[in-house]
């Protein structure tokens, strides 16, 4: 259960936060119909799940390309719990500016059990026709789009973004966040390889990732580790000492395993086998969690461009009435996906990359 926060001041300071405020000053839209239309007047843009650096970025562009089609953006506080609860506010320009190099998430984000309900769903549907609200964009990973494809399923148009440092979101070959929390990893990695040469130590540090090995898997190759254990490979401890145990004998100055936290034998479990046979297998390992510190970071160049070219995507689908989709990266081309096709899956890993590691980590 997450803290329950008091409620953010509004964002917008001097514009209208109300219904009844705005619609002083704006006039109020024709009604709309649910889906398949251009004729946008107002939107809300939300951030769900975890945080992702990058998210500002993906706000800012939402915010700035809506504004200049005339929009009307409403930010929306704390994901769809603040949907649920009307806690939103007229973004202006200006209201975004300075945001695009700071992590986290000027919204702020939770994840939202009530959500999850139907009931609770209809909840924000009132909340956004009680605005007038026509369209709706999710910055979000995997639980985010599955809330995204649910809406979208009762007849309100929403447009996904990409975001999430796991990157197992089928629509998009890379999502918000990934290339930061993978360059921390790295910098842990390579901090870690420094103090292990001086000691001859063994290592092991988990990664973040949910059920996906995708954030383990790349820092491992470009960290140089000697071994790898992810979820989507059965893991073999004994297997992992005798590579780590080869690498002192090859005559590497350090061994180091990167663990996904979602790998059978995670740090915790690892670190315990390890501690349990250490007279047998000869050493034990000195154990690093990055934890949340990997979604902590300033968002890297790349990741502020995607999320930049994402957001803009998103305004730009809902300007061509093609709602009901996520927009990723393909190829290095925007892509629209189907919702329904991303909710409740999980992109593959690409098992090619799995066999080059073992080939790079000898
Ligand atoms: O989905 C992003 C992620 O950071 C996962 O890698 C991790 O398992 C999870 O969120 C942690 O969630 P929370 O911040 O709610 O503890």
Same mark, same amino acid.
């Given at each position: 259960?997450?803290?329950?926060?008091?409620?953010?001041?509004?964002?917008?300071?001097?514009?209208?936060?109300?219904?009844?405020?705005?619609?002083?000053?704006?006039?109020?839209?024709?009604?709309?119909?649910?889906?398949?239309?251009?004729?946008?007047?107002?939107?809300?843009?939300?951030?769900?799940?975890?945080?992702?650096?990058?998210?500002?970025?993906?706000?800012?562009?939402?915010?700035?390309?809506?504004?200049?089609?005339?929009?009307?953006?409403?930010? =929306?506080?704390?994901?769809?719990? #603040?949907?649920? +609860?009307?806690?939103? !506010? /007229?973004? $202006?320009?200006?209201?975004?500016?300075? %945001?695009?190099?700071?992590?986290?998430?000027?919204?702020?984000?939770?994840?939202?059990?009530?959500?999850?309900?139907?009931?609770?769903?209809?909840?924000?549907?009132?909340?956004?026709?009680?605005?007038?609200?026509?369209?709706?964009?999710?910055?979000?990973?995997?639980?985010?789009?599955?809330?995204?494809?649910?809406?979208?399923?009762?007849?309100?148009?929403?447009?996904?973004?990409?975001?999430?440092?796991?990157?197992?979101?089928?629509?998009?070959?890379?999502?918000?966040?990934?290339?930061?929390?993978?360059?921390?990893?790295?910098?842990?990695?390579?901090?870690?390889?420094?103090?292990?040469?001086?000691?001859?130590?063994?290592?092991?540090?988990? =990664?973040?990732?949910?059920?996906? #090995?995708?954030? +383990?898997?790349?820092? !491992? /190759?470009? $960290?140089?580790?000697?071994?790898?254990? %992810?979820?989507?490979?059965?893991?073999?401890?004994?297997?992992?000492?005798?590579?780590?145990?080869?690498?002192?004998?090859?005559?590497?100055?350090?061994?180091?395993?990167?663990?996904?936290?979602?790998?059978?034998?995670?740090?915790?479990?690892?670190?315990?086998?390890?501690?349990?046979?250490?007279?047998?297998?000869?050493?034990?390992?000195?154990?690093?969690?990055?934890?949340?510190?990997?979604?902590?970071?300033?968002?890297?160049?790349?990741?502020?461009?995607?999320?930049?070219?994402?957001?803009?995507?998103?305004?730009?689908?809902?300007?061509?009435?093609?709602?009901?989709?996520?927009?990723?990266?393909?190829?290095?081309?925007?892509?629209?996906?189907?919702?329904?096709?991303?909710? #409740?899956?999980?992109?593959?890993?690409?098992?090619?990359?799995?066999?080059?590691?073992?080939?790079?980590?000898?």
């Amino acid at each position: 259960m997450d803290l329950q926060l008091p409620a953010t001041a509004p964002i917008s300071a001097g514009l209208p936060a109300t219904v009844s405020e705005y619609t002083q000053v704006w006039p109020q839209p024709q009604p709309t119909p649910v889906r398949g239309r251009p004729s946008i007047k107002r939107i809300a843009v939300l951030t769900s799940g975890g945080d992702a650096p990058g998210m500002n970025a993906a706000i800012r562009s939402v915010v700035r390309t809506g504004v200049e089609r005339d929009w009307l953006v409403f930010g =929306v506080n704390h994901g769809y719990a #603040g949907l649920i +609860a009307d806690d939103m !506010a /007229i973004l $202006g320009r200006r209201d975004v500016g300075g %945001i695009i190099g700071q992590g986290g998430t000027m919204l702020g984000s939770a994840r939202c059990e009530e959500f999850r309900t139907e009931e609770g769903r209809r909840h924000a549907l009132d909340v956004l026709a009680g605005r007038s609200i026509d369209a709706l964009v999710v910055v979000g990973g995997n639980g985010s789009q599955c809330g995204a494809n649910a809406l979208s399923e009762m007849g309100f148009p929403v447009v996904g973004v990409a975001s999430t440092i796991d990157n197992d979101l089928v629509g998009s070959e890379i999502t918000i966040g990934v290339d930061t929390a993978l360059n921390i990893a790295l910098e842990a990695i390579d901090r870690l390889k420094t103090t292990a040469s001086s000691h001859h130590r063994a290592f092991l540090v988990e =990664v973040m990732g949910r059920a996906c #090995g995708y954030l +383990a898997l790349m820092s !491992a /190759i470009a $960290g140089g580790a000697e071994a790898v254990a %992810i979820p989507e490979v059965e893991t073999d401890p004994e297997e992992i000492g005798e590579k780590l145990r080869t690498a002192y004998e090859r005559g590497k100055p350090h061994a180091l395993v990167v663990v996904a936290e979602g790998a059978k034998y995670n740090a915790e479990k690892l670190a315990a086998y390890f501690a349990e046979h250490r007279e047998r297998l000869g050493f034990d390992l000195r154990t690093t969690i990055l934890g949340h510190v990997q979604r902590g970071g300033t968002p890297t160049a790349a990741d502020r461009l995607l999320a930049t070219r994402l957001g803009a995507a998103a305004t730009e689908q809902l300007a061509r009435g093609e709602a009901g989709v996520l927009v990723g990266l393909n190829k290095n081309e925007i892509v629209a996906t189907p919702l329904a096709d991303v909710a #409740g899956k999980r992109k593959p890993l690409d098992m090619g990359l799995v066999a080059l590691a073992e080939v790079l980590e000898k």
